[in-house]
């Protein structure tokens, strides 16, 4: 494979079925435009730079292949390598990522059968804010899979000529951050696309495998989003993509309040236990209201542009639900309360209990609204960014 290797892949917004998901219902997932990108550069020696999490590894390849062949059990090696102790239950996010990083490296290049561990320098560097909801580390994982496999050329290199391009066809190349375009040396990169679909089944493979390393058991959806890009239906583990999934501007808003999903999701389960007359038509309503939405995108697809203003009014309705859950959050509220003031929609995307909101932009918005509304959570001590969701999969550049 001709290196360097540049890659990206998108992050993930749940648009309905937060929580329910767990009880079986459906889900509605698409691609976040805030995306991570990988530079994979040849090196005499194991480099890994993580620079928005301050890592930076390096290890001399022969070293490592015999330390890792030379002990019993190569995970618990990689584990060390990865700063990760015996007995260790919450490891850090450097060790966590370094220990993806090494697992893909070694596992890959076993299974594609490479005579020896080649010397890469690998820098990644993410738009993504971390532990917020949206992805980070399935899109870190599927970058890390996706360079990985074509570096060793496990996957080849597609080009314009032999990549049916998706629905809808990709806009302008993203920005590549200014570190990775640094590095090479001023090149901006303006054509990218993705593989075929038999190539991206096996990038996905890997980066699942990565994402278990780092949480257990996740559902598939993280990866499978930041893969294939678009939308999908998710439903008892069965993903199912959005056939028509139009390209929609959103505006997303980080309320900056940490939050775990672990507890919202074992909120929910309290209240359902107790409450279940209650709470199990709510979660049958969040499900019914991922179907609508299925059908209003497709129409919004179809060009049909009355269906803006449905899905902004199933917003509002799936946000009051995911309240009934006890997932909500004063400071969702006031994200939503700033919405309404400007005539917007808003509602929490992931787990909730804080992270992040997203709204629904019409294309009929006016600029000075969404000037005046950007102030509103600036002054609220809110971020945001003003992005697009159903966006391109992963994907290489040049």
């Not at 080009?159 to 809808?168: E, G, I, R, W, Y």
């Not at 997303?252 to 038509?281: A, Y």
Request: aromatic share 6%; glycine share 10%; net charge negative.
């Amino acid at each position: 494979m001709e290196l360097p290797v540049l890659v990206s892949t998108p992050g993930k917004a749940i648009l309905h079925g937060e929580h329910a998901v767990v009880y079986g219902k459906a889900a509605l997932a698409t691609s976040l435009d805030l995306r991570c990108f990988l530079l994979l550069r040849s090196s005499s020696e194991l480099v890994l730079e993580l620079p928005d999490i301050r890592v930076r590894k390096s290890w001399d390849v022969q070293e490592l292949t015999t330390i890792v062949e030379d002990e019993g059990s190569s995970l618990e090696a990689l584990k060390r390598l990865s700063g990760i102790l015996p007995g260790t239950e919450h490891p850090s996010a450097q060790s966590l990522a370094t220990y993806a990083f090494l697992y893909l490296l070694f596992g890959i290049c076993k299974e594609e059968r490479w005579g020896s561990l080649p010397g890469f320098h690998v820098t990644i560097k993410s738009d993504l804010p971390f532990g917020a909801g949206l992805g980070s580390s399935a899109a870190y994982s599927v970058c890390l899979a996706a360079g990985l496999l074509c570096a060793t050329g496990a996957i080849s290199r597609p080009s314009t000529s032999d990549v049916k391009p998706p629905h809808p066809p990709p806009l302008d190349p993203p920005d590549i951050p200014e570190l990775l375009t640094s590095q090479l040396g001023g090149h901006a990169c303006p054509h990218w696309s993705s593989w075929g679909h038999h190539d991206l089944e096996l990038i996905n493979k890997w980066g699942y495998e990565a994402e278990k390393l780092m949480h257990g058991m996740p559902s598939g959806i993280d990866n499978s989003i930041s893969t294939f890009g678009g939308a999908i239906h998710f439903k008892s583990g069965i993903v199912s993509p959005l056939l028509r999934m139009p390209r929609l501007r959103i505006l997303l808003v980080n309320t900056k309040v940490p939050r775990s999903t672990k507890k919202m999701v074992e909120g929910v389960r309290r209240r359902h236990d107790k409450f279940p007359e209650v709470i199990g038509p709510v979660l049958d309503s969040v499900e019914a209201l991922v179907e609508r939405a299925q059908k209003e995108l497709e129409n919004i697809a179809g060009g049909t542009r009355s269906a803006y203003s449905t899905l902004e009014e199933m917003f509002l309705i799936n946000q009051h639900l995911l309240n009934a859950l006890g997932v909500g959050h004063h400071s969702l509220d006031q994200v939503l309360a700033i919405a309404l003031q400007h005539g917007l929609a808003a509602k929490l995307t992931g787990g909730g209990g804080g992270g992040c909101a997203i709204i629904l932009l019409h294309p009929d918005v006016a600029g000075e609204t969404l000037i005046a509304v950007k102030r509103s959570f600036e002054s609220a001590g809110f971020d945001w960014w003003e992005t697009q969701i159903g966006t391109q999969g992963v994907s290489l550049h040049w």
